[in-house]
T-cell receptor, first 107, second 116 residues
Framework: GIQVEQSPPDLILQEGANSTLRCNFS?????LQWFHQNPWGQLINLFY???GTKQNGRLSATTVATERYSLLYISSSQTTDSGVYFC?????????FGEGTQLTVNP | ETGVTQSPTHLIKTRGQQVTLRCSSQ?????VSWYQQALGQGPQFIFQ???????GRGNFPPRFSGLQFPNYSSELNVNALELDDSALYLC???????????????FGPGTRLTVL
């Protein structure tokens, strides 16, 4: 199966800073999703982005399918952005997740 | 539009027991996938159900089994529980198109299982 690598594993920011999270795939994926996991474990859908660029408020994502990577941009970070961010790719019937990026935004 | 729901939210079992977790898929979706998330790790795919049949399985032993019902809801059954089965169990629903492409997967809030 495919391997998903996320970087950095941990990120600490001051409120208002910008950040970029990266996701690399070992092989082609059919679909790609970004999630934010809240402290209670709920996975919240951020982007469904097999290719191209999308924006939603302060968040945007870019997937370059031919080079097998995706980027998640967070601008003007807020304390409520803290948590774990996962990317996951679909190969066949399954979503394969990375190990996540633990983001901490300090006031 | 009704989201994905799971029950129960928390469960405590002892080693060797059996457990059944339940999931109701989002309206309009026809597939249900189950994932296990150990502490500090990303979710791991257990299996997927489509049209009441297993449609893909991850690296989990046969004591992990499932069902999908005509209304697309699903159950995850785990027999002979082991301490390592303690984890957050997540259910996701999506749609499988005729050309075998999947659309976006949406997750339920999860069931936190503790095995003592």
């Amino acid at each position: 199966g495919i391997q998903v690598e996320q970087s950095p594993p941990d990120l600490i920011l001051q409120e208002g800073a910008n950040s970029t999270l990266r996701c690399n795939f070992s092989d082609s994926v059919n679909n790609l999703q970004w999630f934010h996991q809240n402290p209670w474990g709920q996975l919240i859908n951020l982007f469904y982005i097999p290719s191209g660029t999308k924006q939603n408020g302060r968040l945007s994502a870019t997937t370059v399918a031919t080079e097998r990577y995706s980027l998640l941009y967070i601008s003007s970070s807020q304390t409520t952005d803290s948590g774990v961010y996962f990317c996951a790719g679909t190969s066949g019937s399954r979503l394969t997740f990375g190990e996540g990026t633990q983001l901490t935004v300090n006031p | 539009e009704t989201g994905v729901t799971q029950s129960p939210t928390h469960l405590i079992k002892t080693r060797g027991q059996q457990v059944t977790l339940r999931c109701s898929s989002q309206s309009g979706h026809n597939t249900v996938s189950w994932y296990q998330q150990a502490l500090g790790q990303g979710p791991q795919f257990i299996f997927q159900y489509y049209r009441e049949e297993e449609n893909g399985r991850g690296n989990f032993p046969p004591r992990f089994s499932g069902l999908q019902f005509p209304n697309y809801s699903s159950e995850l059954n785990v027999n002979a529980l082991e301490l390592d089965d303690s984890a957050l169990y997540l259910c996701a629903s999506s749609s499988l198109w005729r050309d075998r492409r999947y659309n976006e997967q949406f997750f339920g809030p999860g069931t936190r299982l503790t095995v003592l």
